[in-house]
């Protein structure tokens, strides 16, 4: 599975973005696909994930009431949509998929950078 992340950018606090996760190859083995976010000079940490036969979502305490996790099978892409950003949500976000019953993420997209500005 090929992972493609896409829909950062730079925009002001109490903004919104979707990123976007095309996933190709073998979706079908596509367990879960999941979002993490790297801040400068932090560890990547986990932001949410989505079930993706069954559509449900986990997100961290974090972001919960601000970002969602959702996904077109049909298009075989996951989104993740930021509202009410803030200055600390600016990191690199990745996409990472794994197989069903598999507890490893081995499918990761390229990253796509959000910026917040104050």
């Known amino acids: 599975v090929q992972l493609q992340a896409s829909g950062g950018g730079l925009v002001q606090a109490g903004d919104s973005l979707r990123l976007s996760c095309a996933a190709s190859?073998?979706?079908?083995?596509?367990?879960?696909m999941a979002w993490f976010r790297q801040a400068p000079e932090k560890a990547r940490a986990w932001v949410g994930h989505?079930?993706?036969?069954?559509?449900?979502?986990n997100l961290a305490d974090s972001v919960k009431g601000r970002f969602t996790i959702y996904r077109e099978k049909d298009k075989n892409t996951g989104y993740l949509q930021l509202n009410t950003l803030e200055p600390e949500d600016t990191a690199v976000y990745y996409c990472?998929?794994?197989?069903?019953?598999?507890?490893?993420?081995?499918?990761w997209g390229q990253g796509t950078l959000v910026t917040v500005s104050s």
């Open positions: 990472a998929g794994r197989r069903a019953g598999s507890m490893d993420y081995d499918y």
């Open positions: 190859g073998r979706t079908a083995s596509l367990g879960y």
């Open positions: 989505i079930g993706w036969k069954s559509g449900t979502t």
